[in-house]
């Protein structure tokens, strides 16, 4: 009906109705955004632009508590706590006792990992590193002698991986200058026109390695690349963002980087998951560079009928959050490519004065 009588109006009387809501809408804004109350209010009776959000927030709030409870290969609570005890390891000067409030969670979740049968072995092996050393430093206390005597229990009997913290002058040396840096993100261009020519799954694999090393909210990197190669399934998955009209016949290859909300107890932290998400895709897109590979970034913005056609592509949890999609494959030489003038530093940079 909606279309019907769209199709009815003239386009002068389309034109001067949607001012005229336009001008309603900026009224409303006025009206309810001086106010967080009031901003509320709008965001729960006339606007559902938010609604996804609030939902996928509970929603992993609550798959975090489960994940507590039923570990799989990778525990959240453990990442987060082994690197806050790092933190605590090389902190200048170093307190005789530290982590007391949070040693006894982390050692109860050691052992159901420890006892998990698909637990990742290079996160175990990292935590009983750390553990290891806290326990020869560390002075004593109630909670902290309690800790020491259940990990004692457990603890893995195998020689050291060397998961430990390191000091600066042990990082390996720079081989690559400004220029140098400069000369790859000039190359790293966003690329819409690909060969017909399947992308190389280990080639993508080797570029992950590289975004893992991102830095992420105390390690917890809550995020997955949902990588897509199938011809007429990556057509359906990039034509559920807006922006690809016109080449998404043309990709032989598709990320979808999808975030995971159940890495966080509390509100708070909801956003984590787009700065921890946009770091390592960033250095994905440049692996691929260096492997031969480009890409482009395609925007996902916040529009429920599309997270809905995405999610039931990808199967994806309620709590899992698109955060961008990544066309993937072998430039096109003749293939044209924005110019896009980038921002100089006199806009960008604005100096904090006494």
Sequence with gaps: MKKIILKLIPASAKHSLKLWLESLKMAF???FAWNGFFASVFYCFFSREFYREHKAVMQGRLAYHKSLV???????LLRRNIHRLEKGLIMRPRRDVFADGYILETVDSYIKVHNASDACSNELSWATDVLTEYFTIVGKGPRIDKAR???AAVQNKLA?????????????????????????FTRRRSVRWYQDKPVDMALIRKAVQAATLAPSACN??????????DTDKVV???KCAMGTVGFAENLPCIIAVVANLDAYPAERDRHVIYID???ATMQLMLACETLGLSTCAINWPDIEQNERALAKELALDYHQRPIMLLAVGYADPEGGIPFSQKKSDQLLVKEVKS
Excluded: K, W
């Excluded at 039923?70 to 959240?76: F, R």
């Excluded at 050291?160 to 790859?184: E, F, K, N, V």
């Excluded at 917890?220 to 190669?229: D, G």
């Design 149 to 151: 005597a259940q990990f």
């Design 220 to 229: 917890r990197q809550p995020y997955e690349f949902h990588v897509v190669s």
């Design 29 to 31: 804004l006025a009206l």
């Design 277 to 279: 998400s946009s770091l």
């Design 160 to 184: 050291s991986q060397g998961c430990l913290p390191y000091t600066h002058s042990q990082l390996p040396d720079c081989p690559i200058d400004y220029d140098g840096l400069m000369t790859l």
């Design 236 to 238: 359906n998955v990039a």
């Design 70 to 76: 039923a570990v799989g290969q990778s525990s959240i």
